[in-house]
């Protein structure tokens, strides 16, 4: 046998025990996963380990070596993996956001924020809105849906992500066939309108809820565009207790109150009207000049709602009263012993901070 054939048998002989070496001892044999909720470890093991070359660390190993999305998981938004050994690796993943679901033939077919379906699923996730009024077609996995009025998918992602965002997670969101929504929030309904403003609205939203949670009503955001138009909130009368109804006596006791100190303020201003006719109307003066000025604002502008369930935004205190930006007392709203303001709906409010104080 010549040198060089004798050098090359050799060298076949190095590579054959390399290769050996490598595809017997760079087995995965051990697979940690991380980052995975609603799918379990072996699901996405077998998914993408699933052939020869899967099954060795350094190839796997060097596929995954940055973040990127996997063909053989498509729920998975991306993937990758760290060799820890020669025959054990850890997989990074991320799962498809879901920011929506609708309900097709008793499954729930939940959506990501491309409008495209990642499970159809008995099974409802706590923290997802639920859509409803809408038609969709028959949904297949990871295609976009496609709904039966195509206008409406983007309106459907619009709000879905919005509340997601939010963490405001209602009961449903519905949808009439003039496309106007309806939140439903426990006892709460809440009427946003059109796809108009949608986030200032849920943004306002998030504001308000707090102060109405718990109430039985509807609050009424069609008309809002985030330029200090009115916010209603109608309580269902059909609906209220005894106690409701205590309550309202006691706000109209309090609201006597304020007009008989208001009464007693106007009395005050007679008198000195009348010692001014007297002839002391000089040292009056300066007393009328003071009424005639505005009310000097005490607090910074805070939201109460008045007798008539309206959302005021510029509510401050001054002199004892709640008051809006012209001085005008808003009616259902009081000061209390405490200091903070009680409105119409006996929300009480740190006057100083405008946050709830109860």
């Given amino acids: 046998m010549s040198r060089g054939i004798r050098a090359i048998a050799i060298l076949v002989g190095v590579l054959g025990a390399a290769a050996a070496i490598v595809l017997g001892v ?17 699901q996405i093991r ?49 799962e498809g956001q879901l920011v929506g679901r609708v309900q097709y033939e008793n499954s729930n077919v939940y ?109 009424n955001m069609e008309g809002f565009t985030g330029r200090n138009e009115a916010i209603t909130f109608k309580a269902d009368s059909a609906d209220q207790t005894p106690e409701t109804e205590s309550q309202e006596g006691e706000t109209g006791s309090e609201q006597d109150q304020n007009q008989s100190q208001q009464d007693s303020l106007a009395g005050e201003g007679a008198e000195g009207q009348a010692t001014a006719e007297d002839g002391s109307a000089e040292a009056e003066a300066p007393d009328d000049t003071a009424q005639e000025e505005e009310p000097q604002n005490t607090s910074t502008p805070f939201m109460v709602f008045d007798s008539s369930g309206t959302l005021r935004y510029d509510a401050h205190v001054s002199d004892g009263q ?28 740190d006057p100083a901070t405008g946050q709830l104080a109860q």
């Avoid at 760079?26 to 470890?41: K, L, P, T």
């Avoid at 099954?55 to 940055?66: A, E, G």
């Fill in 26 to 42: 760079f087995q995965i044999r051990s697979i940690d996963v991380r980052g995975n909720e609603r799918y379990s470890a072996e």
């Fill in 46 to 94: 077998d998914d993408l380990i699933y052939d020869f070359k899967t099954r060795n660390t350094l190839y796997f190993s060097w596929k995954y070596r940055s973040e990127q999305p996997a063909a053989d998981a498509p729920y998975l938004k991306s993937v990758q993996a760290v060799m820890l050994s020669p025959a054990s690796v850890r997989i990074i993943v991320k």
């Fill in 111 to 219: 959506y990501d924020p491309d409008g495209v379906v990642q499970e159809i699923t008995d099974t409802i996730y706590a923290g997802i809105p639920l859509v409803t009024g809408v038609e969709i077609e028959p949904p297949q996995l990871y295609q976009r849906m496609v709904t039966k009025n195509g206008s409406l998918l983007r309106t459907m992602l619009n709000i879905t992500q919005l509340l997601i965002k939010s963490e405001l997670i209602p009961d449903s969101v519905t949808f009439d066939a003039s496309q106007n929504m309806v939140l439903r929030l426990g006892p709460v309904t809440v009427l946003l309108g059109q796809d108009e403003y949608l986030e200032e609205k849920i943004a306002n939203l998030v504001s308000i809820y707090p102060q109405v949670e718990g109430e039985e009503g509807t609050l």
């Fill in 322 to 349: 709640v008051v809006d930006s012209y001085g005008n007392p808003i009616d259902g709203c009081y000061v209390n012993e405490n200091g903070n303001v009680v409105d119409a709906y006996w929300n009480e409010i």
